[in-house]
């Protein structure tokens, strides 16, 4: 009886010249309602994902940063690709709604970092 092995090793990562450069988006919401993080992640996710398509959600690597949601102030940060960041600023521009509640997206800034996203 023969009998295959698989070796398993672990995958090189990509040096940092091959890997996509990204970009921090602050969004504020601003809504009568407060929402928490998993509410938030899930429609935007869903509602970028409908505008952009799920093959360039993929692509541009859409991340909700969970450590970084301000549940007082209603404030999320966003990771994106910088070849994605126009469309993605796109598509959270035109979202309106989150469970029929009226709501608006203001986008603060846009950085390459997180420190920098802060910045006033």
């Known amino acids: 009886m023969n009998k295959f092995q ?3 090793d672990k995958l090189k990562s990509l040096i ?4 996509q450069k990204k970009r921090f988006i602050r969004i504020i919401v601003k809504s009568n309602k407060k929402f928490d993080f998993d509410t938030l992640a899930n429609s935007i996710n869903s509602q ?7 093959i360039d959600f993929g692509k541009a690597g859409i991340r909700l940063l969970k450590d970084k949601f301000d549940y007082k102030n209603q404030e999320i940060i966003l990771r994106v690709g910088t070849k ?3 469309k993605t600023v796109g598509s959270i521009a035109l979202i309106t709604k989150i469970e029929n509640n009226d709501i608006n ?3 603060k800034r846009i950085s390459g970092t997180l ?3 802060y910045k006033e």
Request: hydrophobic share 45%; net charge positive.
């Open 16 to 19: 940092p010249t091959l890997r």
């Open 84 to 86: 994605f960041k126009d």
């Open 105 to 107: 997206l203001e986008i």
């Open 48 to 54: 970028i994902m409908y505008y952009v398509g799920a």
């Open 6 to 8: 698989i070796k398993e």
């Open 115 to 117: 420190k920098g996203v």
